[in-house]
């Protein structure tokens, strides 16, 4: 069998803080929202497929400690797209690792953007080639969030 990934589902601690953040950084529209007895989910996507579930049943920040999500990453079609995502983080104050654009390792043409959300999910924003960027680090993958 052949599986492809579907949509992500995350945990957040402040559903509409998070549609907010995920709408404008990544341009995805609420599709839909349910509120029950103390959680509540939303639906977010493009045109008409699912990306996003953000549910509201959790509480603290994301633990990069702990089994489980390391990153969630998603490909750019092109640098221009990356830089424009750059800069609509930069306006919106979000707080980013390696300060901008960074390649996945020296010399290579992928990398991208890394930061959080607001709840400490570490995000990626990448292409697969055409980036001249810097790498953070000599032998550390980019995307280990080091």
């Known amino acids: 069998m052949a599986f492809q990934t579907g949509h992500v589902g995350l945990n957040v601690t402040e559903l509409d803080r998070s549609i907010d953040f995920y ?4 341009g995805l529209t609420l599709n839909g929202r349910t509120d029950g007895d103390g959680w509540s989910y939303a639906r977010l996507g493009r045109d008409d ?3 996003l579930t953000l549910w509201r049943q959790s509480s603290g920040r ?5 089994p489980g999500l390391h990153h969630l990453s998603f490909e750019a079609p092109g640098v221009p797209e990356l830089e424009a995502v750059l800069t609509r983080l930069r306006e919106l104050n979000v707080p980013l690792h390696h300060d901008g654009l960074a390649a996945h390792r020296e010399g290579g043409e992928s990398g991208g ?4 959300d607001p709840d400490g999910t570490r995000l990626e924003i990448y292409v697969t080639k055409g980036l001249t960027a810097p790498a953070p680090h000599g032998e550390a993958p980019t995307c280990g969030f080091f």
Not at 23 to 26: A, R
Not at 113 to 116: G, I, R, S
């Open 23 to 26: 709408c404008q950084v990544f």
């Open 113 to 116: 953007v890394f930061f959080e």
């Open 49 to 51: 497929t699912l990306v």
């Open 62 to 66: 994301f633990a990069a400690d702990r």
